[in-house]
Nanobody, 129 residues
Framework: QVQLVESGGGSVQAGGSLSLSCAGSGFTFSTYAMAWFRQVPGQVREGVAAVDSDGSTTYADSVKGRFTISKDNTKNTLTLQMNALKPEDSAMYYC???????????????????????WGQGTQVTVSS
């Protein structure tokens, strides 16, 4: 079965960096669109960055220029490099993936959480000021 396992969360001071990883198994990684979402208790899960099977990417405006999503199909790994972190980046971060229905008419991958079927358990990121 499809499994997604995140790692790499932790605590960091504002301005610092963290790298999140998501290891995928049980599916053909190269054929899936993958994304990172984050959620703060009481708020809606929001898309952070996504990468489609063809390598096209999308970023939330709030993280553009600071975060980079990458997908290594040889290692079945999705990575989110987060630089210049801000306290408002603090959240539980989730890895998500799906084979179908994640590509928008624009050709970009979706960042709507309902577009993704498979989810990891999450990893906490805390940024202190």
């Amino acid at each position: 079965q499809v499994q997604l396992v995140e790692s790499g969360g932790g605590s960091v001071q504002a301005g610092g960096s963290l790298s999140l990883s998501c290891a995928g198994s049980g599916f053909t990684f190269s054929t899936y669109a993958m994304a990172w979402f984050r959620q703060v208790p009481g708020q809606v899960r929001e898309g952070v960055a996504a990468v489609d099977s063809d390598g096209s990417t999308t970023y939330a405006d709030s993280v553009k220029g600071r975060f980079t999503i990458s997908k290594d199909n040889t290692k079945n790994t999705l990575t989110l490099q987060m630089n210049a972190l801000k306290p408002e980046d603090s959240a539980m971060y989730y890895c998500a993936g799906d084979r179908w229905g994640c590509t928008l008419i624009s050709g970009r991958p979706s960042m709507v959480y309902t577009a993704y079927t498979y989810w990891g358990q999450g990893t906490q990121v805390t940024v202190s000021s």
